[in-house]
């Protein structure tokens, strides 16, 4: 039922953008026809509502997730171990005390 509403969304986006250059083009020739117009904003409109309302939810990104680990802020991903920040903090230390002797 998606992907039937995503192709009668575009089929009206397009034809809503078709009557709305004709509207532009009649204008132009100093007779606008506001039924254009109106018919034209409305299945342009309506059809991009019918395209974007059952679109998925994009992903989490994935950029800088090391950095939030560290910092402790946003959720930790999935397929990551359950690691305590207060942990990485020591493995830290413990190697700085490592190289230190």
Known sequence: MEEINRRIGTFFAVVGFV???????SDVQDQPRLSLLLLGSLSFFGGVYLIRR????????QRFRMMR???GSGDKPADTPN????????DIDNEADETDE
């Open 19 to 25: 009557m709305l250059v004709l509207f532009f083009a």
């Open 54 to 61: 059952n679109r998925p939810q994009p992903k989490k990104p």
């Open 69 to 71: 680990r560290l910092m």
């Open 83 to 90: 690691t305590n920040d207060n942990d990485i903090n020591k």
